[in-house]
């Protein structure tokens, strides 16, 4: 059981320039979500996904977009990378989107914008 | 609106000493409350949590967190400090309500350092 598992790892983009983040969970999850952490700022939601075929708006989805390609995956897109966007990405999941769920974590993707 | 709010964005203590990092968290209705742990460069690990079904709440390593509504606090607490407890720790509330059900808000964390 791998969890979740994000890629890349680390990336590097110039202003401007588009990219992917890749998401993928092997428990079964009916809920997906991702977050970006800054220093001092704690994680906040970007998008989430309830369900396979849904996505919602979180927090903070300006400059991005999120497709649910199957219940396994969720991606994360950056149609025009911008500085303000240098952070670390983390995606979870979790059985469903009751309060009391726990949400498990990806490593994070660690994102550069120069 | 929901919020937590983490007492401390740094707490330093020795090995063997009492550990004790704040939350205290607003919210309309009964809340569940989640403790999260970050070790460097690392994902975040579910602590504990609490879902009314004890006020006082064990969770792994040697962690537990009291869940008090008079304070509206839920502070996490280990006696005795170990040098692999150094990492960052954050306060969560999940919301109970509405199209936001299931949504995590997190404190902004605190980075405990443990001295030898």
């Known amino acids: 059981n791998a969890g979740v598992t994000q890629t890349p790892k680390f990336q590097v983009l110039k202003t401007g320039q588009s990219m992917t983040l890749q998401c993928a969970q092997d428990m079964n999850h009916n809920s997906m979500y991702w977050y970006r952490q800054d220093p001092g700022m704690g994680l906040r939601l970007i998008y989430y996904?309830?369900?396979?075929?849904?996505?919602d708006k979180g927090e903070v989805p300006n400059g991005y977009n999120v497709s649910r390609l199957n219940k396994r995956e969720f991606s994360l897109r950056l149609e025009s990378a911008a500085p303000s966007q240098t952070s670390v990405y983390f995606c979870a999941s979790s059985e469903d989107r009751r309060a009391r769920d726990e949400q498990f974590f990806g490593p994070g993707t660690r994102l550069t914008v120069l | 609106a929901q919020s937590v709010t983490q007492l401390g964005s740094h707490v330093s203590v020795s090995e063997g000493a009492l550990v004790l990092l704040r939350c205290n968290y607003s919210?309309?209705?009964?809340?569940?409350l989640f403790w999260y742990v970050q070790y460097p460069n690392q994902g975040l690990q579910l602590l504990l949590k609490?879902?009314?079904?004890?006020?006082l709440v064990k969770g792994i390593n040697g962690f537990e967190a009291e869940f008090k509504k008079s304070e509206t606090s839920f502070h996490l607490t280990k006696p005795s400090a170990h040098m692999s407890d150094a990492a960052e720790y954050f306060c969560a509330v999940s919301l109970a309500l509405g199209g936001s059900q299931g949504n995590l808000i997190f404190g902004k964390g605190t980075k405990l350092s443990v001295k030898p």
């Open positions: 609490y879902t009314s079904a004890a006020t």
């Open positions: 996904s309830a369900s396979e075929g849904t996505t």
């Open positions: 919210s309309s209705v009964p809340p569940y």
